[in-house]
């Protein structure tokens, strides 16, 4: 047991995405995504940024490994962008894209870092968008035959395969709202891109096992739900936005079956669904990824909103520069929900979860909060274990300050300080920390008394 009340074994890493660090969107041979066209198109991004450049990990990577290696983790998630193995997301494997992720695997296994993949990390080739995207049922055959060139090329040098990330933000954020790409507000009937996602994760799960025993899961967003007041109201609309945010999504891969009361949300229709569909969703798991940053308090949507139920904030409750509320309590509460609802849940892994934070000029140039953050985060999964959940390793979001989707540069989430203008990595006191954190944890116990031997040793006797 470490400090933070984790077991034996638990292992530690940090997480990234290809679109928010790679940048080198038009080397190799690599498509255009739909982030990539998001961000041109719509002027969507708070600072008018784009994925283009990110990080430059596509040409930084040994350098950013070298720092991987400094913090010391076992392990390393990263994302494989589609459109670099793909351009159009159809077709022969592009060899550069392939030789890239390559040398990419390979840097990491050198260092003795675990490399576990996400396979989809929301950056679909745009001629896929162009077809219907993942409206489109055939988008879930293409996703296979991409699923099948990944396995074949890097099946034995990934450490765990994760299919799919977040599919209700990308379904929520990215298809009902249009808040993020591909920019539709699809409201309610963005249902059919939830279930295609999830079907698209089976039928990838059941192709990665043909040949391989590599371990495979999936990364949800979980969110603990409480209602904003005691009304009757209210507990029935904190109910139904669990089953829209953590059910839906929890419940058809552990149990096979959608919530009923999701049917009560205007324009989702159960009658996507067909025959097997929901037997491929629920093929059994290795492991299940959750991504956790805060929990959701829940009240009665203002006029004309096209669903029921609003966010409320919380009162008196420290808030990142995200405006997320930080209550570490939250994980806790979440993953014995999850427990509780789901006694088939497979061992777990925290693939997320960190916090935005500026420590420039006039900030917190000494990280503090990052550091408690993590420290309060770790302990809540501590407590977990301790209430019985079975979690085996955690992943803290992220490396590195990256491109973080439609906030563009503005929000620092990194263990290291990576400055957009220059592409500098300076790594903070919180990746510090954090190398303390792990190395502790590694190390033999030191604090055990040492065992008294009762029985004479042959060195004692062989002392004059
Ligand atoms: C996610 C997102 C990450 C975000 C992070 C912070 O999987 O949640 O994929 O890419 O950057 O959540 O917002």
Redesign the pocket.
């Known amino acids: 047991m470490s400090e933070f009340g984790l077991p034996e074994g638990f292992i530690f890493g940090t997480s990234t995405?290809a679109a928010?660090i790679e940048g080198a969107v038009n080397v190799g041979g690599r498509g255009p995504s739909i982030w990539d066209e998001y961000a041109s198109t719509h002027k969507n991004i708070l600072d008018a940024s784009s994925p283009a450049i990110a990080c430059d990990h596509y040409n930084r990577f040994e350098e950013d490994f070298d720092l991987l290696r400094d913090l010391g983790g076992q392990a390393y998630r990263l994302s494989i962008a589609w459109p670099r193995i793909q351009p159009t997301g159809h077709g022969p494997a592009n060899p550069e894209g392939v030789a890239f992720y390559h040398r990419l695997l390979d840097a990491l296994i050198e260092r003795g870092i675990q490399p576990w993949v996400t396979i989809y990390?929301?950056d679909l080739p745009l001629a896929m968008q162009d077809a219907g995207g993942w409206q489109n049922r055939d988008t879930i055959d293409a996703f296979v035959e991409y699923t099948r060139i990944l396995r074949d090329e890097y099946g034995s040098k990934v450490a765990a395969w994760m299919t799919v990330?977040?599919p209700v933000?990308h379904t929520g954020v990215g298809h009902a709202v249009g808040h993020a790409a591909p920019g539709l507000m699809l409201l309610g009937s963005a249902f059919t891109v939830a279930h295609h996602l999830l079907l698209a994760h089976g039928r990838a799960t059941r192709v990665l096992r043909e040949t391989l025993s590599t371990p495979v899961g999936i990364?949800n967003?979980h969110s603990p739900v409480e209602p904003a007041g005691d009304s009757e109201k209210e507990a029935r609309l904190a109910a139904l936005y669990n089953s829209y945010h953590n059910g839906q999504f929890a419940a058809p891969l552990l149990t096979g079956a959608y919530p009923a009361e999701l049917e009560e949300l205007e324009g989702i229709h159960f009658d996507v669904i067909q025959d097997g569909d929901m037997d491929i969703i629920s093929t059994p798991l290795d492991f299940y990824g959750i991504?956790y940053?805060f929990p959701t308090k829940v009240g009665a949507a203002p006029p004309f909103y096209p669903v029921p139920f609003a966010p409320r904030e919380y009162d008196g409750v420290p808030v990142t520069d995200?405006n997320w509320p930080v209550m570490p309590g939250g994980l806790t509460e979440i993953l014995k929900q999850l427990k509780a609802a789901y006694p088939n849940l497979p061992p777990v892994y925290i693939t997320?979860n960190?916090c935005a934070y500026d420590d420039g000029p006039g900030g917190d140039t000494q990280d503090t909060r990052r550091i408690k953050f993590l420290e309060q985060h770790l302990s809540a999964i501590g407590d977990a274990v301790a209430g019985g959940v079975d979690v085996r390793g955690y992943f803290h979001?992220?490396l590195m300050d990256n491109w973080?989707?439609q906030e563009g540069y503005t929000?620092k989430?990194g263990l290291i300080r990576m400055e957009p203008s220059t592409l500098d990595r300076v790594p903070r006191a919180s990746f510090h920390r954090f190398a303390d954190i792990i190395a502790a944890h590694r190390a033999p116990a030191t604090n055990v008394p040492p065992v008294i031997d009762q029985a004479p040793s042959r060195a004692r006797v062989e002392i004059p």
């Open positions: 995405a928010q990390h929301w990330n977040e933000v990364v967003n991504n940053y995200f997320e960190g979001w992220t973080e989707w929000k989430f």
